[in-house]
């Protein structure tokens, strides 16, 4: 069993890993993802790049499934892409 879920049935079937949201801090521009090893990846606001159904780093919520790809940015490696899905599940915090 993997610490994002109960198994890989709970993300879509597309070419992006997939991780769950964990943390937010607006005021940093900053976010976490819990990636399915359980490895937590950061993102920044500034250099994230948004597709599907969210159109601002803003409306992400924590626990939200997302898809996300990595790049090099001025602060080493992070998520510079992320794709959500529509809203019909979210994994809750434990």
Excluded: C
Aim: glycine share 12%; net charge negative.
């Amino acid at each position: 069993m993997n610490e994002v879920g109960a198994g890989t049935d709970k993300f879509p079937d597309d070419l992006y890993h997939h991780g769950v949201v964990t943390k937010l801090f607006p005021s940093n521009n900053t976010g976490i993802v819990r990636i399915e090893s359980g490895r937590e990846l950061v993102f920044s606001y500034d250099f994230v790049t948004l597709i599907g159904e969210i159109q601002s780093p803003l409306d992400l919520t924590v626990g939200q499934l997302v898809g996300y790809d990595l790049g090099w940015t001025p602060r080493g490696l992070r998520i510079t892409k992320i794709k959500t899905y529509p809203s019909t599940g979210s994994v809750q915090e434990r």
